[in-house]
């Protein structure tokens, strides 16, 4: 329970900082290599500020270096391609087709030794099943669609990284802190050399501090509900939340269409999803 409460807020939190790095970036407030920094930004320091303040919860094994570059790669490929579906791809377009990295995570919990019962694997079905009729209907937009699903699957494959590697070798600040410090120098050079872009001058608009904060915040919440349940569970609070708020969003802040529609397979998929958590 507390691993879901974890994973609500900090989905809340990172699907403020989208809609508002969406926005930014249609309104040409902002570059989406900027939007990408600032994500990054405080939850960098908020993790340099965890790891000066209890130099105990900062763990790194270098028994971990395979695991921990591969998703370091990994993870450099997924955020590149994330904030180009956050652009090009509408919110709830966004949140109902990541939810993929649900059945992905559980097959591969699956593979780790962790047993689903008969009414998990009746979610996991509900859920295909409720993407598939998403896909071949018209109620989302199919502009981004591509580039949501593969961020869906690398997702998976991040997760299962992440897992292991606070599971048997690094603390979540250990793990997580080189993670995000990677991910905002890789943006942060994309930003000042391809798209020419002060990140400090940016970071003084209201909405660039507000979504840096967002995302930040979001994000090392989210970070600590791994150590509570497995992936799977997680990731599963994680997707049905975010595909409440992605619509919300999509409809308060860019007018998206279907929203009753949309809303009824919002309810199908967390459904299912609870089937997942609590089978």
């Known amino acids: 329970m507390i691993g879901i409460l974890l994973t609500l807020l900090g989905t809340l939190g990172q699907e403020i900082a989208s809609a508002l790095?969406?926005?930014?970036v249609a309104a040409r407030e902002l570059h989406l290599y900027t939007v990408a920094s600032l994500h990054l930004l405080a939850g960098v320091a908020l993790w340099v500020i965890l790891a000066a303040i209890r130099p105990s919860a900062?763990?790194?094994?270098?028994?971990s270096l395979p695991t921990f570059?591969?998703?370091?790669?990994?993870?450099?490929?997924?955020?590149?391609?994330?904030?180009?579906?956050?652009?090009r791809a509408d919110r709830s377009t966004f949140g109902f087709f990541r939810a993929l990295t649900i059945p992905?995570?559980?097959?591969?919990?699956?593979?780790?030794?962790?047993?689903?019962?008969?009414?998990?694997?009746?979610?996991l079905i509900v859920i295909v099943v409720t993407l598939a009729l998403l896909w071949g209907g018209p109620h989302l937009q199919r502009a981004g669609r591509g580039?949501?699903?593969?961020?869906?699957?690398?997702?998976?494959?991040?997760?299962?990284?992440?897992?292991?590697n606070i599971t048997h070798f690094n603390s979540v600040a250990g793990e997580q802190l080189p993670i995000h410090l990677g991910l905002l120098i890789y943006f942060w050079i994309l930003?000042?050399?391809?798209?020419?872009?002060?990140?400090?001058?940016?970071i003084r608009q209201p909405s660039a501090l507000s979504q840096t904060l967002a995302q930040g915040i979001g994000g090392v919440i989210e970070s600590f509900a791994y150590q509570f349940a497995p992936a799977s569970v997680i990731v599963g609070a994680k997707r049905a939340a975010a595909v409440l708020w992605?619509?919300?969003?999509g409809r308060l802040m860019f007018k998206e269409e279907n929203f009753r529609q949309k809303l009824?397979?919002?309810i199908i998929l967390t459904l299912a999803i609870l089937l997942l958590a609590i089978g």
Do not use: C, M
């Open 69 to 87: 570059l591969t998703r370091l790669i990994l993870e450099i490929v997924l955020a590149h391609l994330g904030i180009l579906a956050l652009v």
């Open 264 to 266: 009824g397979w919002v």
């Open 58 to 63: 900062f763990i790194f094994s270098a028994a």
């Open 147 to 164: 580039l949501v699903l593969t961020t869906a699957i690398l997702a998976a494959l991040t997760l299962s990284l992440y897992k292991y």
């Open 191 to 202: 930003a000042r050399y391809q798209a020419k872009a002060n990140l400090w001058q940016a």
């Open 246 to 249: 992605s619509t919300v969003a």
């Open 21 to 24: 790095g969406k926005q930014s």
């Open 104 to 123: 992905l995570l559980a097959g591969i919990d699956l593979i780790l030794g962790y047993p689903l019962s008969f009414w998990q694997i009746i979610g």
